[in-house]
């Protein structure tokens, strides 16, 4: 039996990289892997524990077909290794840290994704974005806008995205994941 692809997303300062840490051990506990996405920043950049790579050597395992899914963002090259089609193949789940962006090709390459929406209240967003020191108050608005349009256009035209909201405790968030992988209809 196939493994299902979970599909996570949410704006940045969401909690996914949070979520995902506080998640791990039970996740595995159930047979589902998180996966280590190659991204186009150092590997001594604060956030997730992705495998940093140049843009050149990220260019070249594109090249090579190392990828099931990439995309760019943000000035950064995303992939997600091609290793989660064997994980899938053998019946494990596997959750994917995504992008709203490339929700449309992960889903022509895996019809059955689960997608999960992380969200979180715009309040405590703007502080958790406020406070990594990346962007100024004004980029900061600006994101908070696209964030909320892209969101909504995301919900109007995808009844199957699932969402999950992060304001509070990140235990409470953990186990609403682990409810809505269980029983994805727990969700809505």
């Known amino acids: 039996m196939a493994g299902r692809l979970i599909y996570l997303i949410g704006p940045s300062g969401s909690g996914k990289d949070s979520l995902l840490d506080a998640a791990r051990t039970r996740l595995a506990e159930r047979g589902c892997r998180i ?19 140049s843009p050149e050597r990220f260019a070249g395992m594109e090249a090579q077909g190392a990828f099931a899914l990439s995309w760019h963002a943000n000035g950064l090259a995303y992939g997600i290794p091609l290793e989660i089609d064997d994980w899938l193949a053998a019946g494990q789940d596997v959750l994917v840290n995504g992008s709203r962006g490339h929700l ?6 895996y019809p059955h994704v689960l997608v999960l929406l992380l969200t979180v209240d715009q309040a405590v967003l703007r502080e958790r974005l406020l406070a990594r020191g990346r962007e100024s108050v ?4 600006q994101r908070l806008a696209r964030n909320t349009r892209f969101s909504e256009s995301l919900l109007a035209n995808n009844s199957d995205v699932h969402l999950l909201d992060n304001s509070g405790p990140i235990e409470r968030t953990v ?3 682990l409810a809505c992988i269980e029983e994805p209809a727990a969700c809505a």
Request: cysteine-free; aromatic content about 0%.
């Open 35 to 53: 996966v280590r996405r190659v991204i186009t920043r150092s590997a001594e950049a604060v956030g997730e524990a992705a495998q940093g790579v």
């Open 104 to 109: 449309k090709q992960t889903r022509d390459r």
């Open 138 to 141: 004004a980029e900061i608005d």
């Open 175 to 177: 186990e609403r994941l």
